[in-house]
């Protein structure tokens, strides 16, 4: 298998002349982009930096991403993205888990870095920093089992952990989402997730192909379907809050998305009602995948075609990885019964940086166990429940928040939910739910919303509390924080 770096040499130098990346500032060729990078590689490996030093970026969507990838993959240096979403205690503490030897950011964010260390304000001093480099690909050999980049966890169970992803499992996870999405010449990737996170994995499929890359600094509901329709983006990948947003925008106008080929759905689960919507709205243009940073993007693999008819599934099984359903001992579990996701293959971290205990407990025999719970039906199509710890145990019984997420986003005015379980001197813990309304006029019953999951659930899976909220919180990637609420309750009572 190839590494990113010579894929990159490939790329840069068959397409010179056609447009690489557009930002707010303009667009540079692939020739641009080439001797940027070129120039950065040997930047960095004039400061001493050697294969295997760690290179950290802390900033928000812009051109120098790509740039960085490029120069990254041809130097044998780790990549540390850096959302620039998180808390800076967040940021000091990857600089530090990471041991980083430089860190390249945006003014307002290395300002807020209390890690002592060598930093570039990429925004007043990047393009003094290139001046004067050589615009050769630097000669050093970088293998595909070389690692590439420390990607951390949202750190929803503590603090973050670094996964230790290859050359090998970058090209899996692009060349995956080359297929599910149906990437090809000609398309134009758009990127308005962070390129920190779900989106850097789509950004390597351009280099297959010589794409077009257009990147957006933030998310707009209104501004995003205009920004869609005048750059004629085909391929872009979103987390399902922001489809949501997006469908529920007040220009919301599908005629604006005529040029989209494929809406890359991933990075949590997405409640079947959400989905038939955006399918009624949009039509078949949404591919859905289900990874983890640990098994980047594409562990399974749902492609638009088949979404319709299985609008509760995230996929069968995606090429570069096997995949089973385990019970807590480690064996694995028959079709319809519910257990831990494990996977391995050349998609899978190596394990967690600088952490031998976490490794250890994840990556059981060669299996990377998920934590997340699910199911298989005999075609193969997994069904997430869960994540394991986030099982609400009443009574003895377990419940799965997902499941009376579901029902509740079956009422028209609901526009999003968290479920989770509260402390009850009764039944260990009792389940709660926080409800954001598609209007905030609207008037909703809570004994309503309670007939509702007893008509479709199990009496004991209903909702003893129910809090209308007029947002519900979330971390930098868009990911509802079920934990932050469970924790309020344990201070409140």
């Known amino acids: 298998m190839e590494t990113l770096g010579k894929l990159a040499k490939k790329t840069l130098m068959q397409h010179r002349n056609r447009p690489a990346v557009k ?12 001797v940027q990078a070129c120039q950065l590689a040997h930047a960095l490996l004039n400061e001493g930096l050697k294969k295997g030093d760690r290179v950290a970026i802390l900033m928000s969507n812009r051109r120098e991403h790509v740039i960085f990838d490029i120069a990254i993959a041809l130097t044998g240096l780790i990549k540390v993205p850096i959302n620039s979403r998180l ?20 003014t307002n964010l290395i300002a807020s870095v209390g890690v002592p260390m060598k930093k570039i304000d990429i925004d007043l001093d990047f393009q003094r920093y290139l001046i004067g480099h050589d615009e050769t690909f630097p000669e050093i050999e970088v ?13 929803t169970t503590g603090n973050p952990k670094g996964g230790m992803l290859t050359h090998r499992n970058m090209i899996s996870s692009a060349l995956s989402l080359n297929q599910v999405c149906d990437i090809t010449y000609g ?31 933030k998310f707009d509901p209104e501004e995003f379907l205009d920004d869609m329709e005048q750059e004629e983006i ?35 689960p997405i409640a079947v009602e959400k989905v038939n919507k955006a399918l009624e709205l949009v039509g078949p243009k949404f591919a859905e995948t289900y990874g983890l940073v640990e098994a980047p993007m594409v562990i399974t693999m749902m492609p638009k075609q088949e979404l319709q008819h299985r609008p509760d599934s995230c996929g069968a099984t995606g090429p570069f990885v096997e995949m089973k359903i385990v019970d807590h001992n480690g064996r694995e579990v028959p079709n319809g019964e519910i257990g831990e996701v494990a996977c391995r ?34 075609a193969g199509y997994l069904r997430l429940v869960d994540r394991a710890k986030d099982t609400i145990i009443t009574g003895g019984l377990n419940v799965y928040p997902r499941e009376v997420e579901e029902v509740l986003n079956r009422h028209p005015a609901i526009k999003e939910t968290c479920v989770f379980g509260i402390p009850d001197e009764k039944w260990g ?6 409800v954001v309304l598609q209007d905030s006029s609207s008037l909703v019953d809570k004994e309503e919303l309670i007939s509702l999951c007893k008509a479709h659930l199990a009496s004991y899976k209903k ?29 409140k009572g």
Not at 204 to 214: I, M, R
Not at 349 to 377: P, Q, R, V
């Open 23 to 34: 930002d707010g500032r303009g667009t540079i060729t692939y020739e641009e982009l080439r």
């Open 345 to 378: 293959g050349s998609l899978v971290m190596k394990g967690y940086w600088n952490n031998e205990k976490a490794t250890n407990e994840s990556i059981k025999d060669g299996w990377f166990h998920t934590g997340d719970l699910g199911w298989k039906d005999d």
């Open 429 to 434: 813990e009792s389940i709660c739910a926080h």
């Open 143 to 155: 293998h595909e089992d070389d690692l590439f980049a420390l990607m951390y966890t949202s750190g």
């Open 463 to 491: 909702p003893r509390r129910i809090e209308m909220v007029e947002e519900l919180p979330k971390n930098g990637y868009g990911k509802i924080m079920r934990k932050s609420l469970r924790e309020s309750y344990q201070v």
């Open 87 to 106: 808390h800076p205690k967040e940021f000091d503490y990857i600089l530090e888990n990471s041991q980083s030897a430089i860190l390249f950011g945006e």
């Open 187 to 217: 398309d134009t990737i758009g990127h308005v997730a962070p390129l920190t996170h779900g989106s850097n994995f789509l950004s390597q499929c351009a280099l297959f192909f010589g794409l077009k890359q257009v990147i957006f600094n």
């Open 234 to 268: 085909s391929i872009i990948f979103l987390v399902p809050t922001l489809v949501n947003l997006m469908i529920h925008a007040h220009n919301f106008d599908p005629k604006k998305l005529r040029t989209i080929k494929s809406i890359n759905m991933a990075g949590s």
